[in-house]
């Protein structure tokens, strides 16, 4: 059976990876009440990871494709917390983005965009989120963009 979400993603071209497995000692996602805390998903496209540092290389452009592979994994994790059904997604609450970028890049903002409009435009207003986006000397396995989210569940 597909849902409202999958048809949205259908209609976009878009399919969401299989939800990935945690790099360290922790877990991909951990729910509290309606709340659904998702873990930092790193920018990765068909298996390969999306590296470099913005401002060195690594346009905005790239970066905020970087940030929309990253909202998709975070997808692919609410999908799996909610036993393959994600029309028990109420809401995004927030994103926290980080930017692997230069000490004189300014523009995480317009990185983290990548997620924010992809969620927007697949949720609607239940894609309208508070958010964070920091820099960060570098990230995990040389990424791009690394971004973590709370999600309303039903």
């Avoid at 976009?12 to 309606?34: E, H, I, K, Q, S």
């Avoid at 998709?72 to 799996?80: E, N």
């Amino acid at each position: 059976m597909t849902g409202k979400i999958d048809a949205r993603l259908s209609e976009l071209g878009l399919t969401l990876p299989d939800a990935p497995m945690p790099a360290a000692n922790y877990v991909p996602f951990v729910r509290v009440g309606d709340l659904l805390h998702v873990s930092g998903q790193v920018s990765q496209s068909g298996g390969a990871l999306l590296t470099g540092k913005l401002g060195d290389g690594v346009s905005i452009e790239d970066g905020a494709e970087a940030a929309r592979a990253c909202a998709l994994s975070l997808l692919a994790q609410v999908r799996a917390a909610c036993g393959g059904d994600l029309d028990r997604l109420v809401r995004v609450v927030k994103l926290t983005g980080f930017v692997n970028s230069t000490a004189n890049f300014t523009d995480q903002p317009k990185v983290i965009n990548g997620a924010s409009d992809l969620m927007v435009e697949i949720l609607g207003d239940a894609g309208r989120h508070a958010r964070s986006a920091v820099s960060a000397a570098s990230l995990p396995m040389g990424v791009s963009v690394e971004i973590e989210g709370v999600f309303q569940v039903a």
